[in-house]
T-cell receptor, first 113, second 110 residues
């Protein structure tokens, strides 16, 4: 049982390049989330997917797109990377009912030069 | 707007020296308050969920409590392995999103 996995672990991009961050969970959770974490800012929600086939914007969605590929997988795409997107990105998932605890992946450290 | 404020930003303790971390929150209708532990270079690890004022939960040397305005994470006789950043988050009723505080960095020295 791997929980939430993310690829890649590290990435360096040049301004204007694009990339997709991958996330998968094996806990049969319905909901999945993408956060970014910056020093002094805490975790901020970029996008989330309450269930397969739906996605919604979070607090900081500009410059990002997401795809809920199936129940297990939720990807985050940067179409044209900017230095302001240098951050650590975390994917999380949660179940239903009272089990709203979110479980996080190990993160992707992205640097945009 | 939902808000979470954690204090102190950083705390240094000697091994065995008990203390508390604070999480103050404002939310319109609390569904749950969550505590996470985050080690450097890793993702947050879930610790506790508290749902209503007066509730307490314990895990090893950690005890979390909840009032209508704040939550405390009490650390009893901490060990160096308790060193981490502790994050607090709230969830509003009817919403799935969590709002996180910026965390308390705890360092426990032997």
């Amino acid at each position: 049982n791997a929980g939430v996995t993310q690829t890649p672990k590290f990435q360096v991009l040049k301004t204007g390049q694009s990339m997709t961050l991958q996330c998968a969970q094996d806990m049969n959770h319905n909901s999945m989330y993408w956060y970014r974490q910056d020093p002094g800012m805490g975790l901020r929600l970029i996008y989330y997917s309450a269930s397969e086939g739906t996605t919604d914007k979070g607090e900081v969605p500009n410059g990002y797109n997401v795809s809920r590929l199936n129940k297990r997988e939720f990807s985050l795409r940067l179409e044209s990377a900017a230095p302001s997107q240098t951050s650590v990105y975390f994917c999380a998932s949660s179940g239903q009912g009272t089990l709203y605890e979110q479980y996080f992946g190990p993160g992707t450290r992205l640097t945009v030069t | 707007e939902d808000q979470v404020t954690q204090s102190p930003e950083a705390l240094r303790l000697q091994e065995g020296e008990s203390s508390s971390l604070n999480c103050s929150y404002t939310v319109s209708g609390l569904r749950g308050l969550f505590w996470y532990r985050q080690d450097p270079g890793k993702g947050p690890e879930f610790l506790f969920t508290l749902y209503s004022a007066g509730e307490e939960k314990e895990k090893e040397r950690l005890k979390a409590t909840l009032t209508k305005k704040e939550s405390f994470l009490h650390i009893t006789a901490p060990k160096p392995e308790d060193s981490a950043t502790y994050l607090c988050a709230v969830q509003r009723s009817g919403f799935q999103k969590l709002v996180f505080g910026t965390g308390t960095r705890l360092l426990v020295s032997p």
